[in-house]
């Protein structure tokens, strides 16, 4: 299962920031994923969490957005 996190789009009508800066928020969204998938991993599930800055659900890879 392929989980992505969402925190920042950066392309597109909408484009929503978590602090306007953008190292800032790969840092954020970045730890915030890694700490996710470890979560899961150590209860057992098999998952991929990545953070997605470029959101199309016209072509969506994940399975779960967040």
Do not use: W
């Not at 969402?6 to 800066?21: A, E, F, M, S, Y």
């Not at 150590?42 to 800055?53: I, L, R």
């Amino acid at each position: 299962m392929i989980i992505s996190v969402v925190g920042d789009i950066r392309t597109g009508k909408i484009q929503p920031t978590l602090t306007g800066n953008e190292i800032v928020d790969n840092a954020l969204i970045a730890n915030y994923s890694n700490q996710l998938q470890k979560s899961l991993e150590a209860s057992g599930c098999n998952v991929t969490v990545t953070p997605e800055h470029f959101l199309d659900l016209h072509n969506a890879d994940s399975d779960k957005y967040i």
